[in-house]
């Protein structure tokens, strides 16, 4: 079972990012699972940034980055996306996918919910 996450780099403020995260080893399970994004900038916590928690169910959104992130999914592809756009210094950050088979829907957004872990990919923004 392993996640990669692609897509880090650099960008300007105000420019726009888009992360992916493709799953394997799920089998056929990849659809029923709950997926999400979280990031941890230097000297801070994990934070959460999007998740579904399930096909069927919409995308939930921190409020750090609602408004300007969307997530995606292709359960055919078993890949998650991050379209990050309005970037600003404070999105700087490690970004890391995560997957759960057997996650409540209240711990959507708690990094100690997701068994899987990608391994991360940097994302700077200059001012």
């Known amino acids: 079972v392993q996640l990669q996450a692609s897509g880090g780099g650099y960008a300007q403020a105000g420019g726009s990012m888009k992360l992916s995260c493709t799953a394997s080893?799920?089998?056929?399970?990849?659809?029923?699972?709950?997926v999400a994004w979280f990031r941890q900038a230097p000297g801070k916590e994990r934070e959460f940034v999007s998740a579904?928690?399930?096909?069927?169910?919409?995308?939930q959104y921190g409020n750090s980055v609602k408004g300007r992130f969307t997530v995606s999914r292709d359960n055919a592809k078993n890949t998650m996306s991050l379209h990050m756009t309005s970037l600003t210094p404070e999105d700087t950050a490690v970004y890391y996918c995560?997957?759960?088979?057997?996650?409540?829907?209240?711990?959507?957004?708690?990094?100690?919910?997701?068994?899987?872990w990608g391994q991360g990919t940097l994302v700077t923004v200059s001012s």
């Open positions: 995560a997957a759960s088979r057997s996650l409540i829907l209240s711990s959507l957004g708690r990094a100690s919910a997701y068994a899987y």
């Open positions: 080893g799920f089998g056929g399970t990849f659809s029923r699972m709950s």
């Open positions: 579904f928690f399930r096909s069927g169910y919409s995308a």
